[in-house]
């Protein structure tokens, strides 16, 4: 019954190269890296079962603690792996070549991770935060039986859409629809719920909407993605957890750039822009610096679920097609930093 | 929400929390003054200037040197907090001088942070020893009080929790804040003030003379009037 575009989203997987760290190599020769499909919706501590096998025999005695590092920045086992790979690669490599380490878990960076058990936690507890900013409550999360939690999270861990979508109208969360997304809930139609603030049209006309917006910040102007400066630490990234208001204006159409920019309101302005989009009307940034007025922040590149998104995109769309299955949007944000 | 500056559904605007943390920081100062104050970080990051619009930021109480309670008087578990009597007047740092059992100080920080999933506040907290080595949770967990161990031991998913902390890219330890409005609701029912509502300059310190609690933090009760 899902969709097509959930059904892309679900079937997104980033294919890994993955190299033990040279410190761990035990064995001689060094064993080559294990090559491994990973879903985007799921977590890399998930992949460890695939993947242990390659390293065992080559590794030094002592208890496993295992940990992933992109060029060296510890990757955070709780940010869905197509996040990471949208986020850290700005110019997507491929395979994307990954560090694994077994030893030396960074316990002052990283939170510890317990197997599966974490995965899982952390899954159901982002489910709960979605929910609660849905619909205002997670009772019906609370409420739900614990096979069938059991049977949503494996449906997660497998990549089972249709497992996932028979058992996700039991959260009953509330949908956004407008004339921009009719066609595209994921509920089917029997099992949605209006939240309680909704219009003589039987449709919300404001709602929240869970948002997790990662913002990567560039001093410099660049063309290209390969010019954009690697990240060296978590530090270079602004995360946001902050839901977006939707708005529902008669006429209007609330767009993935008017949520963006909800959140971040020192991009917002007239002279606010993509690249290339209105460069080509007035002049652009020339005649901007001609008048001396300072140079405004650009949202430069915005993706979600890997795909380069136009941000005059009707944002319900958005987030009925390309929503985690935590109901969570993640979106990573390139920018220009304001000059000031 | 109706009418401004007072709450009645348990809930916060992020504008209510700035009011709320700072007539409880300026509270604090006045009723609590053997602890050291709270200080209001605002949110500026290294790579995004967020606008100051909202006044974003969060408390902080750092440095805090707890002594676990003694065996003797189990009621009675609020930290034992003496100031110290210094001759040097001139040291800057507020620590208070109190050791636990293992006779090595324990120092905690305390951050008191607005979700805006949520629209309440969340206490976080990390411990750590003086070189600055953090402290696990079965360490911190005997500087806590018993009542709130023997609930962590209930329920190692929903109640204390080790996560990101929001801003700073660390691990912290974070009181969930699932059920705040419920309770807060229910303080604001019994509460002296009008109706149901709670004045949002007294939030936070209702939030904190219970949630407090947990961590061992009692607070004097004029802070509540």
Known sequence: MANEAVKYVWEGAIPLQINLHKSEVASHPAPPPALVLAPRIGYLPLLIPLIKPYFKDSLPPGEDSIWFDYKGVPLKWYIPTGVLFDLLCAEPERPWNLTIHFRGYPTNILIPCEGEDSVKWNFVNSLKEAQYIINGNCKNVMNMSQSDQEDLWTSVMNGDLDAYTRLSPKLKMATIEDEFSRKASLSSPQSRQGVTETDGAGQNKTARIPVRLYVRSINQNFENLEDVPEMDTWDDISYLNRPVEFLREEGKCFTLRNAIESLLPEFIGDRAQTSGEERSKDGGTEEAEAEGLPEMGEIKLARIQGIEMKLEIPFSWVVNNLMNPEFYLHISVLVKAPQR | ?225
């Open chain 2, 1 to 225: 929400m109706n009418s401004a500056g007072a709450v009645s559904d348990g809930r916060l605007t992020a504008e209510d929390f700035s009011v709320a943390a700072r007539a409880f920081a300026d509270k604090w100062k006045t009723h609590n003054q053997s602890f050291p104050p709270w200080s209001w970080v605002p949110l500026i990051n290294r790579t995004l200037l967020l606008s100051n619009q909202q006044a974003e930021g969060y408390l902080s109480l750092e440095k805090s040197i707890i002594l676990s309670s003694l065996e003797e008087s189990p009621e009675d578990e609020s930290l034992h907090l003496a100031t110290e009597c210094s001759e040097k007047e001139e040291s800057v740092d507020h620590a208070i001088l109190v050791q636990n059992q293992e006779n090595e100080a324990h120092y905690y920080d305390f951050h008191l942070v607005y979700s805006a999933s949520y629209k309440v506040p969340v206490l976080y907290f990390r411990g750590y020893c003086s070189d600055g080595q953090p402290l696990s949770l079965d360490v911190i967990k005997k500087d806590l009080p018993s009542c709130s161990v023997s609930l962590l031991a209930e329920s190692k998913w929903t109640f204390i929790t080790q996560e990101e902390h929001p801003y700073l890219n660390r691990p912290w330890f974070k009181l969930h804040p699932c059920g705040t409005e419920d309770w807060i609701k229910l303080l604001s029912q019994s509460s002296i003030s009008a109706g149901c509502q709670m004045p949002v300059e007294l939030y936070l310190v209702s939030w904190f003379s219970v949630v407090g609690q947990v961590v061992g933090l009692r607070i004097p009760l004029e802070m509540l009037n």
